[in-house]
Structure formats: structure tokens, C-alpha cells
């Protein structure tokens, strides 16, 4: 389904991605770990579509497609999701018109039938529902006032009601309690589906408790350094990064 | 004053042999009062760039303009239902066309109880003291040229009056409309608009029209309000963009008197729009809010100019302007509070957004104090949309043009939310989008 090969990026004149590649097949949940700075969040936001990335050398292919030629909309409508870090607040405009604004957006896009205000409204009072999420939010600006644990799980909502093929979560965990964890946690594994692949971002192994992958890759210095199953991510939370930076060293050496 | 300015020439020239005054009415103080005024705007002409209040916007074009002054057909020329109605103004309409008063066209037949609504031509023939006094109201330096000019050649206008103690509920719709004709025309109207004490009145000002052929068109507002009286004024201009539009709007506020005022600003080519307030009475509130928006090369220039003169006055003023592609816009925000007006609270915010490199917004807060214990603030910024919001909604799956629209009304938002009939919210919302230019590139 997305298929990273040989990635170099370069963001204001500094190289952050330095020959990363990594498979993703549908219904796989891919754990990427890494110290600060290795270039998790670089890696996110560039699949989605922002500008400011420089793409030095590889490729990127999602469903077929070259992903690196698409606009953050056209990569919405064919399926990529990105939770962001930072939930941005936009004051003024409303929760529910601009997120079914955007889902018909995609739909229109396909060549889907647009959701009218009934269609739509069922919708988001079964999702909401999911994420124990108050129904007064819909009728908020987007984010704006939200506490950090409501923006987190308003993202896995709008992710919920926009159903997409591929979801990154960038620091999902980030800024949560453990309650607030669990819930979106809880709110991500319901959408777990043979055909749904989600890349999860953390510097915390504390999340794939509750998310368990299938696979773990720990990002260092611009690359995929090592790849494994969950239990890799325990021994991160032993051994810390440093460890992995030994082994990128032995792996120079050898 | 410089030798050809054929826009002025032929105010002049037309005002020599006298313009008929509001519905042919003699009166031979009105007659003075215009020969005097012609002889100061031959004396002065129009000002120019070297006028501290005219540094962002110029005249010269215009001048070099001649327009003929004056429909004679205006009174018979036919405009469709559809210009005439706003969702959810359903009070009494009052309807001009190129300045000239259309009783066909307008809807006085239901006039609720303590509201009067006449010509000011029908003031005259009654020989009403009210508006000589009105009239003769000294008009300030060069700077007030259109004001003069309006003076001195208004053909009719209209008169509106709130007796005592009435509450009018649904609001009143004063329609100017500029239609499209073979015709340069040229044309100047005034409102008269009285509230009595304690007397309240909603009222929405609308400048539309078809007119694809230039114009040039003065609109002078006068609002005397009285003790204790309440306005709801909604200004609402789209006029077409071949229109060049100069009001000046002059409020007197006495003792508790409260106006509180919404103006949208999105048609014209060249705008200039004047809001002069007198805070007479102690306690009296002016709140404006207000947006524009010049597009294309619209140039907008919006003036507030106002004077605390009593103690515990209050004044708020909250704009926003937006200019894309080659629009101008122009905010001076003055604020005097005068010696003796202690206690005054005066709050003025201007916040602008430019879209494209070569829009232009010029925006000038400027806050006098001459009194003691007063409270002001006064703010002004010039941005841009933020990328940030711009990329968080397209990722979503908002196509680029349609996400920074959103943002835009969101910009506005808060001055959208206070209009008044709330049914002319999603209304101006939708003209706002509209307005706002189809290409817009990355």
C-alpha cells in the first residue's frame, strides 16, 4: 500500500531523512520510534502533504500512486490521514461544517455521492459516540479552546468519520494522561480493519500498550535503523536510545 | 487650486445656475447656504495627497472625470423585485434611484406607529426649522470637499424620524440603488435621521445596483440622537464595481443615546467612507464594527473620526480589512477624547489580511487624550492567512481555494456574528465568499 524507498529530505538547507525506506501493507500498524530529532515528525508531515520538505532522492508510492506528486487534498481524497502533533486551533470556523465540508470534499473527489446534513449528522453521533466525545463540541470552532485531550481525540474522530486507507499518528501520546491515552487508544483500535494500515509516531514505548503494532522501526539519524516486532519496543523502553545508537555503530562497523 | 478639474468644473458650473432643490421646493435660505458653499469649493477644489486625510487615497482620476449630475429619468426606471429585498428586512423600505426618492418602489403603506418617513423636499415645503438648522452646520476645512459638494448639489434625500419613546421593531430598509444606464451620472443624496428620547429604531442601509457604466454618486447621512435613544444601524454596500461612492455619516449622541453599528463593505471602485461621531451627552455609547474587503483594484478608504465630549462616554470600534490581488485598503481610526470628557473608555481594533504581494492595506489607529481617568486601547496589524490552519484543512481534504475562503470568513467571523437582522448573517457570509476573487493560486 505505501512504499518508501531509499527517502532523502531536506528541510531548510539540512538533511533529516537520509535514505529511509519502509513497506506498508493494509491492516498492518507500523510503530516508528526514535530520539528527538531523528526526523519522525519530518517523516509525517511530508506524507501528508506540507510544504517546506525537500525531496533530495527515493520515492514515494501510496496505492499505486507517486504520492510526492499529490496536493494535501488530492492525498486526503486517496486516503491519507494525518493525527497532527499540534492540533491547529482555527477560531471561527465550526467543527461540523468544516469537517463535513471536507468529507464531501473527498467523496466529490472520488466521484462519490456528497453526505447531506442528515446523512452527515448520523454519522457523527456514531462516531462521537465512540470516543465518549461531548456532542456540544461539534458546535465549537475547530480546536479552538480545546483542552490538550480533546484536540488529541478530536483528531481520531475527524479520522473516525473520514475513514481513510492510511492513518499516520504523530505524537499521538504526546501532552495525555493515561486516561485520555486509553481513550484514544481505544478510539484507534476500533478502526483497526484488514483494509486500514496506521504508521503510529512515538518517543514513548507507553503507547503500544495500548496500541500493539505489528511492527516497530526505530528511526535515528534520518534512517530506519532497526526493524522488529513489539518486543523491540520493550527493549527501547529498557535499554534507551543510546542503545540503539551503539548499534547503528557496530552496524557502521561491521 | 489647479486649472483643469473637470469633475469639479462641472459641479460648479451646474450649481451657478442653481441645482434644484429637493423636490423643486423654494427657499431662499437654502439658496444662500449653496452659493456660499459653491464659492469655498471653488476656493479650495479637491484635496489632494498632501491633506493629511487624503495621504493613502487620490483623487486625481476621479477629478479628471466628467459625469452628467442627475437622472431626469431616474424617477421612471425599472428595477427588478429581486434588487429590492434582503432576508429578513421586512419593515418599511425606502427606496432611491440615483438619488431621486421612488414611492413605486419603496413600501411605506404599513408605517408602525411614531415612525415618519418623508422626502427632505417635503421638510422644505413645510419650512421645518429642523432642517435648516441641520443643513447649516459648519462643514470643516479642504478635507470635506464631497461634503460640500453633497451640500450643494443633493436633489432629494430622505428624512426619518422616530417620535419619543417608540420602539420600532422590524427593520427599516433604506435601498440606494445605482442601476446601469448609456450614461456617466454623477449623483448626491442626504438622510436625515432623527430619534427622539428614548425612541429605538433598527435600520439597514443598503447601497446595490446593475450599474456596469461609471458613476459617481455622494451619500451625506446626518443621525441626531437623543436622550436615551437606541440605533441599530447595519450598513451593508455592494454597489457594482464601476461605482465611486463617498459617505460621510455625522452623529450627534446625546445623554445615554446608543448606537451601535455593522458595516460591510465589499462593492465599489473607489470607496471612501467617512464615520464622524459626536459623544455630546454623558454616558453615550458609539460601538462600529465593520469589514472590507478590495479585490481586483478596488480601493477602499474608511475614516472614523470620534470625539468623546462628555464624561462616561464609550466608544468601540472593531474592523477588519482583507485585500487581495491589487485592492487597497485604507483605516484611519481617529479617537479624540476632549478636555472635560473624563471617565471616557475608547477601544479601536484593526486587524487586516492581505492575500497577494501587490494588495495593500494602510491602516492608522490615532488616540487623542485630553481628559483625565480615561480607559483606551488601541490595536492595529497587518497579516497573513497562516499557513498552519491553510495546510490542516487541506489535509483534511479541503481543495486549497475552498479552505482559504474558509479561513477568510473566519476572519470575519466576529464582526459577521453581531449583524443584525440575524438572517442577513449566512446572507453576507455567502456575498462575502462570493466577493472574495475566484483564482487564487497557492
Redesign the interface.
Known amino acids: 500500500m505505501l512504499q518508501i524507498d531509499n527517502l532523502h529530505v531536506r528541510v531548510a538547507g539540512k538533511d533529516i531523512l537520509k535514505g529511509l525506506s519502509l513497506q506498508v501493507q493494509p491492516g498492518e500498524v507500523h510503530a516508528v520510534m526514535g530520539p528527538n530529532g531523528a526526523g519522525k515528525s519530518t517523516l509525517a508531515n511530508l506524507l501528508?502533504?506540507?510544504?517546506g520538505y525537500e525531496v533530495m532522492a527515493g520515492s514515494v508510492r501510496f496505492l499505486d500512486r507517486n504520492l510526492l506528486e499529490l496536493?494535501?487534498?488530492e492525498?486526503?481524497?486517496a486516503g491519507v490521514?494525518?493525527a497532527?502533533q499540534y492540533?491547529?486551533e482555527?477560531?471561527?470556523?465550526n467543527n461540523t461544517y468544516?469537517?463535513r465540508?471536507?468529507?464531501n470534499?473527498?467523496r466529490k473527489?472520488r466521484g462519490e455521492q456528497e453526505l447531506d446534513s442528515v446523512q452527515f449528522l448520523k454519522l457523527v453521533r456514531e462516531k462521537l459516540a465512540i470516543l465518549d466525545l461531548a456532542p456540544d463540541l461539534m458546535n465549537r470552532?475547530?480546536n479552538a479552546g480545546f483542552s490538550g485531550g480533546e484536540k488529541k481525540r478530536n483528531e481520531i474522530f475527524?479520522m473516525a468519520v473520514?475513514e481513510p486507507r492510511l492513518a499516520i499518528l504523530d505524537e499521538t501520546d504526546s501532552g495525555l494522561d493515561i486516561d485520555a491515552l486509553k481513550q484514544v487508544a481505544e478510539g484507534v483500535n476500533r478502526q483497526r480493519s484488514a483494509d486500514r494500515a496506521f504508521i503510529v509516531v512515538t518517543h514513548y514505548q507507553r503507547l503500544l500498550d495500548y496500541i500493539v503494532p505489528d511492527f516497530v522501526h526505530v528511526l535515528a539519524a534520518g534512517r530506519i535503523v532497526e526493524s522488529g516486532t513489539k518486543e523491540l519496543a520493550h527493549k527501547l523502553e529498557e535499554h534507551g536510545y543510546a542503545w540503539v545508537a551503539e548499534r547503528q555503530l557496530e552496524g557502521a562497523d561491521a | 487650486m489647479s486649472a483643469c478639474v473637470p469633475l469639479l468644473d462641472e459641479v460648479l458650473k451646474q450649481a451657478a445656475v442653481g441645482q434644484p432643490y429637493f423636490d423643486g421646493a423654494e427657499s431662499a435660505w437654502l439658496a444662500q447656504l449653496r452659493q456660499g458653499e459653491r464659492a469655498v469649493l471653488a476656493r479650495e477644489g479637491l484635496p489632494d495627497r498632501h491633506n493629511e486625510a487624503w495621504k493613502y487615497t487620490s483623487l486625481r482620476a476621479l477629478a479628471q472625470q466628467r459625469f452628467i449630475i442627475g437622472d431626469s429619468e431616474a424617477g421612471q426606471r425599472p428595477v427588478p423585485e429581486t434588487e429590492l429585498h434582503l432576508p429578513g428586512v421586512d419593515g418599511p423600505r425606502i427606496v432611491f434611484v440615483h438619488g431621486v426618492f421612488r414611492a413605486d418602489l419603496s413600501s411605506l403603506q404599513e408605517m408602525p406607529a411614531g415612525l415618519e418617513v418623508t422626502t427632505l423636499g417635503q421638510v422644505l415645503s413645510t419650512g421645518a426649522a429642523s432642517l435648516r438648522s441641520w443643513m447649516e452646520r459648519p462643514i470643516a476645512d479642504g478635507a470635506a470637499a464631497f461634503e460640500r459638494m453633497n451640500l450643494v448639489m443633493a436633489t432629494d434625500g430622505v428624512s426619518l424620524r422616530v417620535k419619543a419613546g417608540f420602539h420600532i421593531e422590524a427593520p427599516v430598509h433604506l435601498l440606494y440603488l445605482g442601476i446601469d444606464t448609456d450614461a456617466k451620472l454623477a449623483w448626491h443624496t442626504r438622510a436625515h435621521i432623527e430619534l427622539q428620547a428614548g425612541a429605538e429604531l433598527s435600520l439597514v442601509e443598503h447601497y446595490a445596483g446593475s450599474s456596469q457604466s461609471e458613476q459617481f454618486a455622494t451619500v451625506v447621512s446626518e443621525i441626531r440622537m437623543h436622550e436615551d435613544a437606541r440605533l441599530q444601524l447595519t450598513q451593508i454596500q455592494h454597489a457594482t464595481e464601476a461605482v465611486t461612492l463617498v459617505r460621510h455619516e455625522h452623529f450627534h449622541l446625546a445623554p445615554r443615546a446608543h448606537v451601535g453599528m455593522h458595516t460591510i463593505e465589499l462593492g465599489g471602485a473607489l470607496v471612501r467612507h467617512e464615520i464622524e461621531t459626536l459623544l455630546e451627552g454623558e454616558g453615550a455609547i458609539f460601538d462600529t464594527c465593520g469589514l472590507f474587503a478590495p479585490q481586483a483594484r478596488q480601493h477602499v478608504d474608511i475614516r472614523l473620526d470620534i470625539r468623546h465630549q462628555a464624561r462616561d462616554t464609550r466608544s468601540s470600534a472593531t474592523w477588519r480589512g482583507i485585500a487581495d490581488q491589487r485592492g487597497h485598503g485604507v483605516f484611519h481610526g481617529g479617537i479624540v477624547i476632549e478636555r472635560g470628557a473624563d471617565g471616557a473608555d475608547a477601544r479601536l481594533h484593526n486587524k487586516n489580511l492581505l492575500l497577494s504581494d501587490r494588495a495593500e492595506i494602510d491602516t492608522q489607529p490615532v488616540l487623542e487624550i485630553y481628559a483625565d481617568e480615561v480607559q483606551a486601547a488601541h490595536g492595529a496589524t497587518v497579516g497573513q492567512i497562516n499557513e498552519q490552519a491553510l495546510f490542516y484543512l487541506r489535509s483534511r481534504g479541503l481543495p486549497l481555494a475552498e479552505a482559504r475562503r474558509l479561513l477568510m470568513v473566519a476572519f470575519c467571523r466576529e464582526i459577521l456574528d453581531g449583524i443584525f437582522p440575524q438572517s442577513l448573517q449566512e446572507y453576507l457570509a455567502e456575498r462575502l465568499i462570493k466577493h472574495l476573487p475566484l483564482s487564487m493560486q497557492g
Open positions: 501528508a502533504g506540507h510544504e496536493q494535501p487534498e492525498r486526503a481524497a490521514f494525518l497532527f492540533p491547529v482555527i477560531p471561527g470556523v468544516f469537517l465540508a471536507a468529507l470534499a473527498q473527489h470552532s475547530v475527524q473520514l
